[in-house]
């Protein structure tokens, strides 16, 4: 009779185990795959001439691209450095998206780990807030 309370010990750290994972699994997945919207403006003054890119062991050369680093809000207001690079077409690493250019304004999908994805933008597609915020930034 005594190892019925063993198995179920066994059964409920299992069980206890098995949700501590599913929680740290969701909150890792949503810190670094789940973005918010932030805009940014390239500045006018931007160098957008594609360099080498190395690798992130510094081995070797990816290819053509420009690194983005820039300041974006999002509708609230909030402030974030958004970084991001855009391979060339000569690079084997283009994906077709347009290089973005000096004056054009970007929606920014950004977790808290990184750039999920971003995207060229009309003016008018930028929070009239934000906007401000940008013009202020860049003047």
């Known amino acids: 009779m005594k190892k019925k309370p063993v198995f179920w010990v066994i059964v409920a750290v ?10 740290w699994g969701k909150q890792y997945y ?11 403006v390239v500045p006018l003054d931007y160098n957008v001439t594609p360099g080498p ?6 081995r070797a050369d990816m ?3 420009v690194e983005y680093d820039l300041v974006a809000y999002n509708d609230k207001g909030e402030a974030k450095t958004v970084n991001f690079s855009v391979y060339s077409p000569e690079s084997d690493y283009y994906r077709g998206e347009p290089m973005p250019q000096p004056g054009e304004y970007l929606r920014v ?3 808290k780990q990184l750039v999920v994805g971003w995207r060229i ?16 930034g860049s003047g």
Do not use: C, H, K
């Open 63 to 65: 290819g053509p691209a």
């Open 14 to 23: 299992v069980a206890l185990v098995v949700v501590a994972v599913g929680i």
């Open 121 to 136: 933008v009309d003016v008018g597609d930028v929070p009239a807030g934000v906007l401000e915020l940008l013009e202020v």
């Open 53 to 58: 890119r190395p690798s992130m062991d510094g």
């Open 30 to 40: 949503d810190d670094r795959y789940v973005g918010t919207d932030y805009y940014a």
């Open 109 to 111: 999908s950004a977790s």
